[in-house]
C-alpha cells in the first residue's frame, strides 16, 4: 500500500520502519520542522538504505529493508506544510501528539475524499474524524517506543478500529503484514487499555527511575537491579501480579516500611508514592486473598 | 559446608535449593509450623530427590540435585523448635520475617559459639547479632522469590557483610558456590539497596496489579499486557529510565491525564497514585533534561 505518514515522532518513526520492511511505500512524511520530516524520509527511501544502516552505531540497530520488497521509486517525500500533502496515499496514518489531532485531521482529511485516515492515539476515540472523512479507523499498535531502540514489531499487539467493513479489512490487512497480534477493539475498552499501558508501562518505568535515585543516595549503580527488573516481568507469564508479589508491604512489615519511609522523609512526593504504594497493595492483596 | 536454615519462607527455600545444588548439606530446617519444616526438609534431603522431582509439575522446574555432590548422610532434620537446634552446623542462615529476627537471633546463636550466623533481611543491620555471637554478618540474596517458580541463582546479586574478615571470607566462599554475583555491602548503604529493590520489584508488580484491575474495567485480558511490560523492563538495559519514559505524563498532554482520571474517579487510591505519579514523572524529567 502506498502510505502518508503525518508525525515524525518514536512511534511514527518505529511503525514506518515495520511498514516500510513489511514492502509498504511511505510515499510522504510530514513533521512540522523540515529537518524532521526529511530525517525519517531518508530513512524511508530504499536508495539511501546502505548509507544509512553504515551511520548506526552497534547499540543502534536498524531493521535493513528486505530487497525483495524495495522499488526503486519508492522515494519518500519530506514535507513541513500540510498544504503539500499528495492525494496519492491509500491510507494517511496520523502520528501526532493527542492534543494536536483536532487540528490535524481536517486539514490532512481534506485531500483526498476516498482514501482511509487512522490516527494512532490509545486514548482518542475514533469520533475524532466524524465529518471530516468517509473511511476512517484507528490503529494503535500498543508498546513504549524510543527512536534509539529497535523493537520486534511482529509481537505488537495491534489494535483496530474502523468506521465501515471495508476500512476494518484494509486495515486488518495492514496491520497482519507487521505483526502477529491483531485485534479489534472500539473507542470505549480502549480507553481502559490505554490506561492499563500507563500502569504496566510508564509508572514501572518511573518506579525504576525512583529506584535509581534512591540507589544514587546510597552511592550504588542502577545495574544491580537488572536482575531483579526483569524477574519481576517474568514472573507475570507464569503467575498473576497479585500472586507474585513479594517484599515489606505484602508482609505489612511495619518496622520496615516504617524505617524504609525515614531514608526519604526529605522528599515528600517520594514518600507519598512509597506510603501511597504499599496501602495499596495491602489492600488489593487482603481484597484478593479473601 | 553443613548449613541450618531457620525458616521455611519463598527465600529459605530458593537459598536451600541453591545450596543444595552447590553440594552444600542443610542438616536441619527449622519452621514455626512442623509441616513446613517437614516439606522443605524433604526437598533437601537427597534420599527423596526422585520422589520429589516426580511430584512436580512440568509448570514448576525444580534443580535436580547434582548426584556428584550427593552425599547419602545429609538427611535434613525438620524442626519446629529452636530447642532442637544442633549445634552441628558451620553456618546458621536465619531466613525469616524481619520483625522475628530480635526475638529468633539470641536462641539461634546460643547454640555454638563457633559457628557463622547470618541473617538474610535487606533492610536490618548486622548489629542485630552484637552481643550475640561472635562471627556473624548478613547474606542478602536480592531476588523476587515466589515458591512455585524456579529462579537461576547464579544472576542473584548477593550482598554480604561481616563481623571479621573471617568470617567475610567464609560468606564469600559461600555466595561465590551459588552465584557469580557478589558484594560487600555495609548495612548503611544495603538499606538503599533494599529500598530500591521495593520500588524496582514490588511497586512494579503492583502497577502490573493495577493495570491489571483497570483492563478488567474494560473487559480486557491482562496478557495484551505482557508484550509491553518485557519492552518495558528490556529498555533499561539499554538506556536510563529517564530516557526510557513515554506516554502522557512526559509529554504532560493534560486532556489525557484528564480523561484518565476521570475513568477511575471512583477509587480514589487508585486515582491519587495515578496523580502522583504523573506529577513526579513529569519533576523527575524536567530536572533530568535540563
Do not use: W
Request: glycine residues 4%; contains cysteine; proline residues 5%.
Amino acid at each position: 500500500m502506498k502510505i502518508t505518514l503525518i508525525g515524525a515522532g518514536n512511534l511514527a518513526t518505529h511503525l514506518g520502519r515495520a511498514l516500510l520492511n513489511a514492502g509498504h511505500s511511505i510515499i510522504q512524511v510530514f513533521s512540522r520542522t523540515q529537518e524532521s520530516a526529511e530525517v525519517l524520509a531518508m530513512q524511508f527511501s530504499p536508495q539511501s538504505q546502505t548509507a544509512h544502516a553504515s551511520l548506526q552505531s552497534q547499540s543502534e540497530p536498524i531493521s535493513v529493508l528486505n530487497p525483495a520488497h524495495a522499488s526503486p521509486q519508492s522515494q519518500s517525500e519530506p514535507i513541513s506544510a500540510l498544504s503539500r500533502l499528495s492525494p496519492d496515499a491509500d491510507i494517511y496514518i496520523i502520528a501526532v501528539k493527542d492534543s494536536a489531532l483536532a487540528q490535524v485531521i481536517p486539514q490532512v482529511c481534506a485531500v483526498n475524499s476516498r482514501a482511509v485516515f487512522v490516527h494512532t492515539a490509545g486514548s482518542m476515540p475514533i469520533s475524532c474524524f466524524d465529518g471530516y472523512a468517509t473511511h476512517y479507523g484507528v490503529f494503535y499498535p500498543m508498546q513504549t517506543f524510543s527512536k534509539a531502540r529497535q523493537v520486534d514489531f511482529s509481537v505488537i499487539p495491534c489494535f483496530l478500529e474502523a468506521s465501515d467493513l471495508d476500512t476494518a479489512q484494509v486495515l486488518k490487512t495492514l496491520a497482519d503484514s507487521i505483526t502477529s497480534s491483531v485485534f479489534y477493539l472500539d473507542s470505549d475498552r480502549r480507553r481502559y487499555l490505554h490506561l492499563a499501558a500507563v500502569f504496566a508501562c510508564n509508572f514501572t518505568n518511573h518506579c525504576y527511575a525512583l529506584a535509581q535515585q534512591v540507589l544514587q543516595r546510597g552511592d550504588l549503580p542502577f545495574d544491580v537491579m537488572l536482575p531483579l527488573i526483569d524477574e519481576t516481568a517474568a514472573k507475570v507469564h507464569q503467575m498473576s501480579p497479585c500472586k507474585a508479589q513479594t517484599g515489606p508491604a505484602v508482609r505489612y512489615d511495619q518496622n520496615v516500611m516504617d524505617a524504609q519511609i525515614r531514608l526519604i522523609a526529605d522528599d515528600p512526593l517520594l514518600k507519598d508514592i512509597y506510603e501511597r504504594m504499599s496501602m495499596s497493595i495491602h489492600q488489593y492483596i487482603s481484597a484478593n486473598n479473601d
